[in-house]
């Protein structure tokens, strides 16, 4: 399968714990997103990147959050001090970035559970 | 003002009928118009492309109108497989905004 790959798919944690989400793009793709969603909405951006580097982080990113892609090949979310309202799915996808169009493809996603 | 809103929905129509969902989006920078499909708890997958000149895949259309900003996706002849949650998405500069979605269900 060379689609995009996401681990692990289910994740429950204790509220305060710290969890960590990997992401493997397709591999010629160049660039990396994660998205967050919650039941009833749509794909929320959280951060994305350009080979290694981040390019842009949403608001809705707490300092709680961070994201990296050390090599330009697979990236890793880590969420500290995790919370209820953590609870979502996390949502990772790559692209190869040719304007003026960037189509998207998505993993299967990791769903937390904080309880 | 959201950045990206659809159709609230749920859209529930027979087999057969044709449904048009729409999306405005605010951001007049926007380059590029998706729709996406996604399936309940399964992650969004593409269904197609939004070109200025609108485009066309089967019993698919998709329409953008720039001057009013909005997309529009039109499904023909609708099928049971149809049913799906189905995400606008407006590349800003550096970013993706997606709808909410908008559910439909195709009953026999």
């Known amino acids: 399968d060379t689609g995009v790959s996401q681990n692990p798919r289910h994740k429950i944690t204790k509220r305060g714990q710290n969890v960590t989400f990997r992401c493997d793009p397709i591999?010629?793709?160049?660039?990396l997103y994660w998205y967050r969603q919650t039941l009833g909405q749509g794909p929320e951006f959280l951060t994305y990147?350009?080979?290694?580097?981040?390019?842009?982080k949403s608001r809705l990113l707490s300092d709680r959050f961070s994201a990296e892609r050390p090599k330009g090949s697979f990236s890793t979310l880590e969420i500290q001090r995790t919370e209820q309202g953590d609870s979502a799915m996390y949502l990772c996808?790559?692209?190869?970035?040719?304007?003026?169009?960037?189509?998207?493809?998505f993993g299967p996603g990791t769903r937390l559970t904080v309880l | 003002r959201k950045e990206v809103e659809q159709d609230p929905g749920p859209f529930n129509v027979p087999e057969g009928a044709t449904v048009a969902f729409n999306c405005t989006y605010s951001?007049?920078?926007?380059?590029?118009f998706f729709w996406y499909r996604q399936d309940c708890r399964k992650e969004p997958k593409l269904l197609m492309s939004?070109?200025?000149s609108g485009n066309e895949d089967g019993r698919f259309t998709a329409q953008l109108n720039r001057a009013s900003q909005y997309i529009s996706l039109l499904i023909r002849d609708s099928k049971l497989s149809d049913s799906a949650t189905y995400l606008c998405?407006?590349?800003?500069?550096?970013?993706?905004?997606f709808g909410a979605g908008t559910r439909l269900t195709v009953k026999p």
């Open positions: 996808a790559s692209s190869l970035a040719r304007p003026p169009t960037d189509t998207q493809y």
């Open positions: 591999s010629e793709h160049n660039r």
């Open positions: 990147f350009q080979n290694e580097a981040q390019l842009e």
């Open positions: 951001n007049s920078a926007s380059q590029s």
């Open positions: 939004v070109y200025s």
């Open positions: 998405v407006v590349n800003v500069p550096s970013s993706k905004r």
